[in-house]
């Protein structure tokens, strides 16, 4: 058959070390993603964790509210309860009630929108 010549040998030498760059810088391009991913994954379960310890905590504080409101009114229930220990109970249970409705509104602005992605990207070629 036909041998090749210098020139033809050198064209497929380029060809083939071109080929042989791109496969290495796509290999590079997908580690790069890998571990972007791997950090993206890492920084939701961050958050996610942050978010719900964050709501926990709000959780216990209202029921730590509720059991103080509860108390509260068992004590100015009572027949033997003066004006101004009635009005002292009220007192305390409006501050606790202006406490917890606080607290609840903020978890509500806060969380209800959740955790999104959304992907930016510019291509330009």
Same mark, same amino acid.
């Given at each position: 058959?036909?041998? $090749?010549s210098?020139e033809?040998?050198?064209?497929?030498?380029?060809?083939?070390?071109?080929?042989?760059?791109?496969?290495?810088?796509?290999d590079e391009?997908?580690?790069i993603v890998?571990?972007?991913?791997?950090?993206?994954?890492?920084?939701v379960?961050i958050?996610k964790s942050?978010i719900?310890?964050?709501?926990?905590?709000r959780?216990?504080?209202?029921?730590?509210?509720?059991?103080?409101?509860?108390?509260?009114?068992?004590g100015v229930?009572?027949?033997?309860v003066?004006e101004?220990?009635a009005?002292i109970?009220?007192?305390?249970?409006?501050?606790l $009630?202006?406490?917890?409705?606080?607290?609840?509104?903020d978890?509500?602005g806060?969380?209800?929108?959740?955790i999104?992605?959304?992907?930016?990207?510019?291509?330009?070629?």
């Open positions: 058959m036909f041998e $090749l210098e033809e040998k050198l064209i497929e030498g380029n060809a083939d070390a071109v080929k042989t760059s791109i496969q290495y810088y796509r391009f997908v580690d890998d571990k972007l991913q791997q950090q993206s994954f890492e920084a379960e958050l942050s719900t310890n964050d709501i926990a905590s959780k216990t504080q209202c029921a730590h509210y509720y059991n103080q409101l509860k108390s509260l009114n068992n229930e009572t027949d033997t003066d101004t220990t009005f109970g009220l007192t305390k249970s409006r501050a $009630l202006l406490r917890t409705r606080m607290s609840l509104k978890i509500d806060r969380y209800r929108r959740g999104f992605f959304s992907a930016c990207v510019n291509i330009c070629i």
